[in-house]
């Protein structure tokens, strides 16, 4: 069985560009996370999908950063424009239920914003 | 005051000891506990959730949760060199979804 997979392993853009993320999560795994680790800094919660729908997006530091999961398959993270403080590795999880279950962790995306 | 503390350390074992990593958790809404392993460069593993009061126990790893005092515990039994990587405790509330709030991580290390 595939695990969770994240597109582009690293990415390194300007300031003020665009970068989009993408996650493909277990397959029949309903729940999907985003999370971003900036470099010395504990792992932080962006938001969780179940299908298609954001249950929580508490986490989602401002308008620059849009997810979607059109179809309830793969998401997607945009950052657009990019800012310096964005820099970090965003890490995408999924599980096959909420709450008290297993989130597999994809390998993560490095972001550098120059 | 951190949603998750944890002692960033590093901790160091002897192959063998018992190594044993703590954390404390501010909300008392907090649902189910984790811990995962992370190796450099590497994304988490889970090792293991707890959502009860009292002892959970896998292998060589026991997780003690006590609720009245917002703390989880992480024993490793017979530690390894394999062992050796940072530990992360993760706290899961139901926010209408479900929010996952990491610690900073206890780096363990274990001497051969």
């Known amino acids: 069985e595939a695990g969770v997979t994240q597109f582009p392993s690293h990415s390194v853009i300007e300031k003020g560009q665009t970068v989009t993320l993408r996650c493909d999560p277990i397959?029949?795994?309903?729940?999907l996370y985003w999370y971003r680790r900036v470099m010395g800094k504990e792992i932080k919660f962006l938001l969780h999908?179940?299908?298609?729908?954001?249950?929580?997006e508490s986490g989602m530091p401002n308008n620059r950063f849009l997810a979607e999961r059109t179809g309830g398959t793969y998401s997607t993270l945009k950052v657009q424009p990019a800012e310096l403080e964005d820099s970090g590795v965003y890490f995408c999880?999924?599980?096959?239920?909420?709450?008290?279950?297993?989130?597999?962790f994809g390998p993560g995306t490095r972001l550098t914003v120059t | 005051q951190k949603e998750v503390e944890q002692n960033s350390g590093p901790l160091s074992v002897p192959e063998g000891a018992i190594a044993s990593l703590n954390c404390t958790y501010s909300d008392r809404g907090s649902q189910s506990f984790f811990w995962y392993r992370q190796y450099s460069g590497k994304s988490p593993e889970l090792i293991m959730f707890i959502y009860s009061n009292g002892d959970k126990e896998d292998g060589r790893f026991t997780a003690q949760l006590n609720k009245a005092s917002q703390y989880v515990s992480l024993l490793i039994r017979d530690s390894q060199p394999s062992d050796s990587a940072t530990y992360l405790c993760a706290v899961n509330m139901y926010t209408g979804g479900f929010k996952t709030i990491f610690g900073a991580g206890t780096r363990l290390f274990v001497k051969a």
């Open positions: 999880a999924s599980s096959l239920t909420g709450g008290p279950s297993e989130q597999y």
């Open positions: 397959s029949g795994h309903d729940n």
């Open positions: 999908f179940v299908k298609e729908s954001k249950q929580d």
